[in-house]
């Protein structure tokens, strides 16, 4: 599977922005999707993931509320719907699929991840 990431940007605080991930193949529904961050300076963190067939979902407590994972199976897309930007959302951004049914949100449970898009949330 590859996997490609893009809609990232420059944004104000408090604006929202709607990143896309395509995937190649076709066992891209046996898959499930999963998006992660990184700040400079910091760590990879979770962000949110769905499951292949898009029935569960699962947050970061950080961005719950304010951040929709999302699947198009027809597509091979996953996107992230990020609302209530904050300055300290600015990181580079990466899908990544995981081959499994059931929810992960470790980095070490995805097999397969995308080249990552900068997204930078000006106050």
């Known amino acids: 599977v590859q996997l490609q990431a893009f809609g990232g940007g420059l944004v104000q605080a408090g604006d929202s922005l709607r990143l896309s991930c395509t995937a190649s193949?076709?066992?891209?529904?046996?898959?499930?999707m999963g998006w992660f961050r990184q700040a400079p300076g910091k760590e990879r963190e979770f962000l949110a993931t769905v499951t292949w067939s898009g029935a569960s979902t699962y947050y970061a407590d950080s961005v719950k509320g304010r951040f929709t994972i999302s699947r198009d199976n027809a597509n091979n897309t996953v996107y992230l719907q990020m609302n209530s930007l904050k300055p300290e959302d600015t990181a580079v951004y990466y899908c990544?699929?995981?081959?499994?049914?059931?929810?992960?949100?470790?980095?070490?449970?995805?097999?397969?991840w995308g080249q990552g898009t900068l997204v930078t949330v000006s106050s």
């Open positions: 990544a699929a995981a081959h499994t049914t059931v929810v992960v949100t470790a980095l070490y449970d995805y097999d397969y």
């Open positions: 193949g076709r066992t891209f529904s046996s898959y499930g």
